[in-house]
């Protein structure tokens, strides 16, 4: 019997709208569609009334689904001979793991499309008003994680980023963000540097708040800012108010 194929499809950052015209397809192809925690549930809509839904959500400190289910859950289902889309948020190549569920496809031989997705990085900066790149204020952009395998990312050359990067992006930070800035200024990063963290980027609850690295950890706690965020770190942060256009919500909206 011929194996299914798999589709590992970016649902991108939050707002429905913003998702691919290939992922919407593929999503009404789909026989089975295993999604993310962050994958907004409206996407859903897309596929086929009698497919078959399977969560596989994980947060902060709660693991969910096995990384190791997900994968026996793609292998088991394509051997049915289904079509399957795994249904990720942002890109799935940008720590989204979905190098790894490729790689467990081709080592069972089974065949598979990558369908890139818009990612938070870039996309929930420029709800905020922020352009990542500008041809003044920043000519490089690296993207980041703040969260590594044993919890604080201390594996990263933040040397080079604090004095070969214009603009920093990074992922998964918030509960490291005290650890985030006191090695980017212990590598020299001047303490006046513009930083925002965006909350929910991209969606009908994102709340921006901006300061500086010696003052960020002091405004994100006060306001008590919570995952999902990004955490914007350049002179580009210093084009928010004048760029703003997106409207914000209130620290008491929840994530839907």
């Not at 496809?105 to 709800?127: D, M, N, R, W």
């Not at 930070?173 to 965006?198: W, Y």
């Not at 919570?226 to 210093?238: D, H, K, L, R």
Request: proline letters at 5%; charged letters at 20%; glycine letters at 12%.
């Amino acid at each position: 019997m011929e194996k299914g194929k798999v589709y590992i499809v970016g649902a991108g950052p939050g707002d429905p709208d913003l998702i691919t015209v290939k992922a919407t397809k593929c999503l009404a192809e789909a026989d089975v569609i295993l999604y993310d925690r962050l994958v907004n549930r409206e996407l859903l809509k897309y596929g086929k009334p009698d497919a078959e839904y399977i969560y596989c959500g994980k947060a902060p400190g709660n693991h969910g689904v096995p990384q190791e289910d997900i994968h026996q859950l793609l292998i088991s289902k394509s051997i049915e001979s289904k079509t399957i889309v795994r249904l990720k948020g942002g890109d799935p190549f940008i720590f989204g793991r979905g190098g790894e569920e490729a790689e467990v496809l081709v080592k069972h031989g089974i065949q598979f499309e990558i369908v890139p997705g818009i990612t938070s990085g870039i996309a929930a900066p420029a709800y905020a008003g922020i352009p990542v790149t500008h041809r003044e204020w920043g000519s490089s952009f690296a993207i980041v994680t703040g969260h590594g395998v044993t919890g604080k990312p201390d594996n990263i050359n933040w040397h080079h980023l604090a004095h070969g990067v214009d603009t920093i992006a990074i992922y998964m930070g918030i509960k490291n963000l005290p650890f985030i800035c006191k090695q980017l200024r212990s590598c020299g990063k001047k303490a006046d540097t513009a930083v925002a963290v965006i909350e929910q980027g991209t969606t009908g609850f994102q709340r921006t708040c901006t300061g500086t690295i010696d003052s960020i950890v002091g405004i994100v706690t006060r306001e008590q800012v919570s995952n999902p965020a990004m955490i914007i770190i350049g002179e580009v942060v210093n084009l928010s108010t004048e760029l703003s256009w997106f409207s914000e919500k209130t620290k008491d909206m929840e994530f839907a």
